[in-house]
């Protein structure tokens, strides 16, 4: 059963993202898709972190935030299986943010700073042998996102990476689940939004997307099949 927090937190992110387009200033129609209108500073009017270092803008504000892992586990746990939790750093050192020729405690220490990271942990899917799910707290979300855009742009150089929507968002935390398709459109309903901040991506007309914080990148609802 869904937290009351994720309920209410889905609820108004949907009437949110259901009203933008008739917002004052929200853009063109066709906003909702693949267009997205720029806000000041490319981003959302109004966009950047709280005190706390939380999300700001318009979007993120509505979306859910977590205390800390124990909590963020407890969520992702009502979208798909999350077990045996781990916050240790031969457990929680991520491939696909952290350079692979540090040690993982000198590694994890480095992205978390260049990233805004402020905890990490991981759990199994339903599948152990596979990849566990990638689940951090973060402390400046404009820094996530800056760092987020710069790696996928590198890795879409380099023809290693991919323009899917992998990265799901709250106020405060983001997530990356290994799991199937229907688990990933789960997410959506604990109050999260796809981050993408791929070159020209743009998502199907039948989504809705809003500018993130940072320039390039979008909050989504979509998720790709």
Not at 99 to 106: D, V
Not at 142 to 150: L, S
Not at 171 to 193: C, H, K, P, V, Y
Request: glycine share 12%; with cysteine; charged share 20%.
């Amino acid at each position: 059963m869904r937290t009351k927090q994720a309920l209410a937190a889905a609820a108004a992110l949907l009437a949110l993202l259901g009203t933008a387009s008739c917002d004052e200033g929200a853009g063109p129609p066709g906003s909702q898709s693949g267009e997205v209108p720029a806000g000041k500073n490319g981003g959302l009017t109004g966009g950047g972190s709280g005190g706390d270092g939380t999300a700001s803008g318009r979007v993120e504000a509505q979306l859910a935030k977590v205390a800390g892992t124990d909590e963020l586990v407890r969520l992702i746990s009502n979208a798909t299986t999350c077990t045996s939790a781990s916050t240790k750093p031969k457990d929680t050192t991520f491939s696909d943010i952290d350079a692979p020729s540090e040690g993982a405690a000198a590694g994890i220490a480095k992205t978390n700073a260049e990233w805004g990271i402020k905890e990490r942990v991981t759990c199994d899917g339903k599948d152990a042998s596979a990849n566990g799910h990638e689940l951090l707290v973060i402390s400046d979300m404009a820094r996530f996102e800056t760092a987020f855009k710069a790696r996928q742009a590198a890795d879409l150089a380099a023809g290693e990476g991919d323009t899917r929507t992998r990265w799901f968002i709250g106020q405060n935390f983001a997530a990356r689940i290994f799991a199937t398709d229907s688990d990933e459109r789960e997410m959506l309903s604990l109050g999260t939004l796809g981050l993408n901040c791929a070159p020209h991506y743009v998502a199907p007309p039948q989504s809705t997307t809003q500018p993130a914080i940072v320039k390039g990148c979008i909050l989504t609802n979509y998720v790709d099949a």
